[in-house]
């Protein structure tokens, strides 16, 4: 299975965080250098966007969540071409499982349950509980992969996906629509079927500051943000960070139905 690691050229301590633990794994890698949205030119997104539905999403489709979307097709072109079947994309951000080697050997083994489908070693929803199948298709390493039932999961941070599948989001996708993560909509246009979920999860985020941005940057909450990334300052530095993980936490509840 093919690894493809998502990384904003200026983002070192992601890269350093996510090379050195799947180094720890002896797990080879490819780096993908992650399109920085907010340096694309009108006549780029014009080009690479579907800029009608951008106008109708402007808070949601911003320059960076567009550069995100532009990333993660950058990776399944890339896998079109592979002489690999099976792939697994993996954001900077991430902490990983120490078992993700059997995880990932696993779903490869099982491919033909998989093949057509998405697997998501973790996943995230903000209006709902995520709501998986009582019954797993398969185990591994005390773990679960269940079958999606909510309607929707958000989270493009680390996720399996057979060659296949690239091949019809990249021929289905000509321009960019939707944020990376709108996994439903890839549904809707028959580009992948199911969506399955690794659970105790086989990764979460990091709980880094988010590089696509969701605060006005000439805010004055960005501005103090930024200071207290940039510079560590105690206290307020471990405050952000105990905040995404509790946004972490009430967004990443599991049932079972």
């Known amino acids: 299975m093919e690894i493809h690691v998502i990384n904003l050229k200026e983002a070192v301590d992601r890269r350093k965080s996510i090379e050195s633990q799947l180094q720890k794994l002896q797990l080879s890698y490819k780096i993908f250098d992650a399109v920085r949205g907010s340096a694309l030119s009108e006549k780029e997104l014009n080009e690479l966007v579907d800029m009608e539905e951008v106008r109708k999403y402007p808070n949601w489709l911003t320059p960076n969540m567009l550069g995100c979307s532009l990333s993660h097709m950058g990776v399944y072109k890339q896998m079109c071409i592979s002489k690999e079947e099976w792939h697994f994309v993996l954001e900077d951000d991430v902490v990983i499982d120490k078992d993700l080697e ?6 490869e083994k099982n491919g033909d349950s998989f ?4 697997v998501m070693l973790y996943g995230v929803s903000y209006n709902s509980i995520i709501e998986l199948s009582r ?5 591994v390493s005390g773990k679960g992969i269940y079958k999606l039932e909510s309607p929707r999961i958000g989270s493009t941070g680390a996720y399996v996906m057979h060659r296949d599948t690239a091949k019809r989001l990249v021929e289905k996708n000509e321009k960019i629509k939707v944020a990376p993560d709108t996994w439903h909509f890839f549904r809707e246009q028959k580009a992948l079927d199911n969506i399955y979920c690794v659970y105790p999860f ?4 990091g709980f880094f ?3 696509i941005g969701y605060i006005n ?3 004055f909450v960005f501005k103090v ?5 940039k510079y560590k300052v105690p206290v307020l530095y471990s405050l952000l960070k105990l905040n995404r993980k509790r946004i972490w936490e009430e967004t990443s509840r599991v049932e079972f139905k």
């Open 102 to 107: 059997n995880i990932l050997t696993h779903i």
């Open 115 to 118: 093949k057509d489908h998405l």
């Open 135 to 139: 019954t797993p298709i398969t185990e």
């Open 202 to 205: 086989a990764a979460r985020p």
């Open 209 to 211: 500051e988010s590089t």
């Open 217 to 219: 940057k000439k805010s």
């Open 225 to 229: 943000k930024k200071l207290i990334e």
